[in-house]
């Protein structure tokens, strides 16, 4: 894992872990996962997927997933154009 993604990483576990400071890491982790859906063992749970649960779980299920609003354009005609070169930024 490259230093900026263990520091987020780290970041987000921190605040969330003391908001639940009466659980154990391998506990608060475990939590995570369940929330996340996660069924496998514990070991096969992806960073990006604790990234993105940590990142997620305090928002509403009707927000944007931050990172996909600049790709998103509300018409279609727009989206083709703008994907063939036609219309620029």
Not at 14 to 42: I, M, P, V, Y
């Given at each position: 894992?490259?230093?900026?993604?263990?520091?987020?990483?780290?970041?987000?576990?921190?605040?969330?872990?003391?908001?639940e400071?009466?659980?154990?890491?391998?506990?608060?982790?475990?939590?995570?996962?369940?929330?996340?859906?996660?069924?496998?063992?514990?070991?096969?749970?992806?960073?990006?997927?604790?990234?993105y649960?940590?990142?997620?779980?305090?928002?509403?299920?009707?927000?944007?997933i931050?990172?996909?609003?600049?790709?998103?354009?509300?018409?279609?005609?727009?989206?083709?154009?703008?994907?063939?070169?036609?219309?620029?930024?």
């Amino acid at each position: 894992m490259k230093d900026h993604r263990i520091n987020e990483l780290i970041d987000l576990l921190h605040s969330a872990w003391k908001q639940e400071a009466d659980l154990s890491l391998l506990q608060l982790l475990s939590k995570l996962a369940q929330e996340a859906g996660f069924k496998d063992d514990l070991k096969d749970l992806s960073d990006d997927a604790l990234i993105y649960q940590l990142k997620m779980r305090e928002t509403a299920s009707t927000d944007e997933i931050p990172g996909l609003k600049k790709d998103y354009e509300e018409d279609f005609k727009t989206a083709i154009l703008r994907a063939r070169g036609v219309l620029k930024d």
